[in-house]
Every structure is written in C-alpha cells, then in structure tokens.
C-alpha cells in the first residue's frame, strides 16, 4: 500500500504563507493526478488544487485561485501546496490525495484512491 505524507501545517497569522509537502512512499509519477483536499468539522472534504503528471495541468478552487499553488516533483516522489495570503477561513485539515484513475473532475474526493493522514493549518485573525 502507497503511503503519503504530508507536513508543513502550522499556525500562522491571517496574511502570512504556509507550504505543504507531500511524500508518496513509491514512485508519483504512477500517478495521473495529486492534489490537496481540506476538511473542516462536520463540512464535506473540499478539493483545493489539483496537478496533472507532467505538472502542465492544474486546477484550483475558486476560494484560492490566485492565492495558492500546487506544484509536483516526480525526481522526489512530492507534491507541494504554497499558500499566500491566508484567511482564517483557510483553517482546515489538509490532506494530500492521489489517483491513477481518469476522469473529468480531480477536485472531486470520489477520483483519489490513496490518501495521506492530514496536516493542520490554523489561521488567525
């Protein structure tokens, strides 16, 4: 079973920038797409960014397009969430996914098979 890792979480003021790291325990280039998810209790998992295999391909949500970039470096098995600009509304579990699978939508939760544990962002105001 692929393992991913995540790390980088942390508590940060709101305005301040946070990057996240993931680390698939095999190879990432098996797979088609990474991405970043986060949770809030009692909210639906929210896809926050999405990168294809090669890194040519990204889509973000509405709610941090322009704020934040996932990027992909298949040499070290990563992907990677820089966020700028943090709101309080940003606070979440962030988790790392990925799949092998093709589809049309990679922020939907219901593309990724693999998952990692989770990292805590917490912005205040």
């Known amino acids: 079973q692929v393992q991913l890792v995540e790390s980088g979480g942390g508590s940060v003021q709101a305005g301040g920038s946070l990057r996240l790291s993931c680390v698939a325990s095999?190879?990432?280039?098996?797979?088609?797409?990474m991405a970043w998810f986060r949770q809030t209790p009692g909210k639906e998992r929210e896809g926050v960014a999405a990168?294809?295999?090669?890194?040519?391909?990204?889509v973000y949500a509405d709610s941090v397009q322009g704020r934040f970039t996932i990027s992909r470096d298949n040499s070290k098995n990563t992907v990677y969430l820089q966020m700028n600009s943090l709101k309080p509304e940003d606070t979440a579990m962030y988790y790392c996914?990925?799949?092998?699978?093709?589809?049309?939508?990679?922020?939907?939760?219901?593309?990724?098979?693999?998952w990692g544990q989770g990292t805590q962002v917490t912005v205040s105001s």
């Open positions: 095999h190879s990432s280039y098996a797979y088609n797409y």
């Open positions: 990168i294809s295999r090669s890194g040519a391909s990204t």
């Open positions: 996914a990925a799949t092998t699978w093709v589809g049309t939508d990679y922020l939907s939760s219901s593309m990724y098979h693999n």
